[in-house]
Nanobody
Framework: QVQFVESGGGLVQPGGSLNLSCRAS????????MKWYRQAPGKERESVAS????????IYKDSVKGRFSISRDNAKNTVYLQMNKLKPEDTAVYYCHAPLLQSEYNWGQGTQVTVSS
C-alpha cells in the first residue's frame, strides 16, 4: 500500500526554520521523482519543490527559491524540505507525493506549518 507520512511541522516565528520529513512506502521510492506541496486555508494545493529520483533536478516555486531546499535519502525512503527565513505566507499544510502516482494513490495527512509572531 502506497503511503506518505509527513512530519516536522510546527509553529515558528518569522525568519525561523523548520525541516520537514516525508517517509514513503509501498513503491520503489528510488525510481520516482518526489514533490513537496502546500495548501493554505481557502487556497488550492500548490507545488513548492520537486526533486528527481537521483536528487536531480531540483525545481522550486519562485517564492521559496533561496529559502527552501529539497533533498532525499533513497536508503531511508525519505524526502526532506529544509525551510529557512520563513514568512507568514508560508503558513500551510505541507504534503509530499510522487507526481506519477498522484492519480492513483491518496495523499498523507500532511504536516501543519504556522509562521507567526
Amino acid at each position: 500500500q502506497v503511503q506518505f507520512v509527513e512530519s516536522g511541522g510546527g509553529l515558528v516565528q518569522p525568519g525561523g526554520s523548520l525541516n520537514l520529513s516525508c517517509r514513503a512506502s509501498g513503491f520503489t521510492f528510488s525510481t520516482y521523482a518526489m514533490k513537496w506541496y502546500r495548501q493554505a486555508p481557502g487556497k488550492e494545493r500548490e507545488s513548492v519543490a520537486s526533486i528527481g529520483s537521483m536528487s536531480s533536478p531540483q525545481i522550486y516555486k519562485d517564492s521559496v527559491k533561496g529559502r527552501f531546499s529539497i533533498s532525499r535519502d533513497n536508503a531511508k525512503n525519505t524526502v526532506y524540505l529544509q525551510m529557512n527565513k520563513l514568512k507568514p505566507e508560508d503558513t500551510a499544510v505541507y504534503y509530499c507525493h510522487a507526481p506519477l502516482l498522484q492519480s492513483e494513490y491518496n495523499w498523507g495527512q500532511g504536516t501543519q506549518v504556522t509562521v507567526s509572531s
